[in-house]
């Protein structure tokens, strides 16, 4: 069973499209992230959900809206999509928010291409 | 803020070769440490951890030791083999623990 999925796993579109991607976790984990891995491989925290509730959200355009409609799931809508969108961006789940060793369990990721 | 240093890469090694990637952090207190690990076109996985200072993580061979004293929490294997191959992240859980902070990743890459 997968722990953290996410769909889909490769996204092509158009500038100025809006999409969403999609993520799950079937651990009963509590708190849920979104990253990004741009070309160069930097990953960076996007948002965190703790409980359906955001609890970070770093500095990310408006553009991008997480969705938690329940704490199994985290999905994340982009408008306008834009060339810079690019990327490779992560779902990742834990038990909890912070505490020590706590660990970060991640999702495949979803490749995402603007032309 | 909080912040993770790698060596850059790419490291190329041969098989049986002796992996150190350095990793230096800067941060408020004493943060959990980890590595992960990504292998071509998958998502990260966790290699090993370390909580408090002097704790040594281990796994697969891989060790890291989390050393206050000089902020560091290198990556250590004596015997790389070829599907080691993959891109290794150093990373900290922030102060307020809500999210990783990662460094840039070293690239690994082992051939036979």
């Known amino acids: 069973d997968t722990a953290v999925s996410q769909t889909p796993k490769y996204l092509v579109t158009q500038m100025g499209n809006d999409k969403s991607i999609k993520c799950e976790q079937n651990?009963?984990?509590?708190?849920m992230y979104w990253y990004k891995q741009d070309s160069k491989k930097f990953l960076k925290i996007m948002f965190s959900?703790?409980?359906?509730?955001?609890?970070i959200n770093e500095t990310v355009p408006n553009r991008f809206s997480p969705k938690s409609p329940d704490k199994a799931h985290l999905n994340l809508h982009i408008n306008s999509l834009e060339l810079g969108d690019s990327a490779v961006y992560f779902c990742?789940?834990?038990?909890?928010?912070?505490?020590?060793?706590?660990?970060?369990?991640f999702g495949p990721g979803t490749r995402l291409t603007v032309l | 803020g909080d912040s993770v240093t790698q060596m850059e890469g790419p490291v190329t090694l041969s098989e049986e070769a002796f992996l150190t990637i350095n990793c230096t952090y800067t941060?408020?207190?004493?943060?959990?440490l980890f590595w992960y690990v990504q292998y071509p076109g998958e998502g990260l996985q966790l290699l090993l951890k370390?909580?408090?200072?002097?704790d040594k993580g281990s796994n697969k061979g891989f060790e890291a030791t989390y050393r206050k004293e000089t902020t560091s929490f290198h990556l250590e294997k004596g015997s790389v083999q070829v599907s080691d191959s993959a891109v290794y992240f150093c990373?900290?859980?922030?102060?307020?623990?809500?999210?990783?902070?990662f460094g840039k990743g070293t690239t690994l890459s082992v051939s036979s």
């Open positions: 990742a789940s834990s038990q909890r928010t912070g505490g020590a060793g706590n660990e970060q369990f």
């Open positions: 651990l009963g984990h509590d708190t």
């Open positions: 959900y703790n409980n359906k509730e955001l609890i």
């Open positions: 941060a408020t207190g004493y943060p959990s």
């Open positions: 370390a909580t408090k200072a002097d």
């Open positions: 990373a900290l859980i922030n102060q307020a623990g809500t999210a990783l902070i």
